[in-house]
């Protein structure tokens, strides 16, 4: 029986502003995610500085808890990366890879995970991954308003 070869899935990632303030580790993660055994692939790179009512709009389902201005605070508190990665199971991998959302917890449970390696504080924790399909889509029209996911998706087919 012959074996079906997935195909690629698209994510959107980014490194938080904690992580691109030093330029070494950036780097670091981003061969990091390149390589063996995660090996995605960057297919768009972008660096972003939001102003607040971007991060606003970008969390609005968090409006009104604890953590909301002081996430948006620290999104616009400096450039952060917007990654469009891809591979077989992209969300599933590039969410596990990064790990569960509070450091602290993540060092306890996926230690070795990114956000268990860099995270600093629950809301200055380094990452974010697009958590189904339809937000992937959604968040990599908002970042890379000219990339189109169709596209892509005939030239990988061809
Ligand atoms: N966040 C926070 N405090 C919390 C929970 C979340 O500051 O108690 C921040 C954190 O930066 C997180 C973001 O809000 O990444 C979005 O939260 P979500 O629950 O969507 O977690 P994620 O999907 O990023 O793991």
């Known amino acids: 029986m012959s074996k079906l070869k997935q195909l690629p ?13 030093n330029p070494t580790i950036r780097n670091q993660i981003l ?9 995605f692939t960057i297919v768009e790179q972008k660096d972003i500085l939001w102003k607040l009512a971007q991060a606003k709009a970008f969390y ?3 409006e009104g808890r604890f953590f909301f201005e002081r996430l948006c605070g620290f999104m616009t508190s400096g450039k952060f990366t917007a990654l469009i990665l891809a591979r077989e199971d992209a969300i599933h991998y590039w969410r596990q890879l990064i790990g569960p ?16 390696t860099y995270g600093l ?18 968040e990599i029209k908002l970042f890379f308003p000219d990339f189109d996911i169709d596209e892509w998706r005939r030239n990988q087919n061809s």
Do not use: E, Y
Request: with cysteine; glycine share 4%.
């Open 60 to 62: 609005k389902a968090h």
């Open 31 to 39: 061969h990091k995610i390149q390589s063996h055994p995660h090996s």
């Open 9 to 21: 899935q698209l994510t959107l990632a980014l490194l938080k502003p904690d992580i691109v303030v």
């Open 101 to 116: 959302t509070h450091p602290c917890r993540a060092r306890v449970v996926a230690p070795g995970t990114l956000r268990a």
């Open 121 to 138: 504080t629950d809301t200055r924790n380094s990452f974010h991954g697009s958590d189904s399909d339809d937000t992937a889509k959604r």
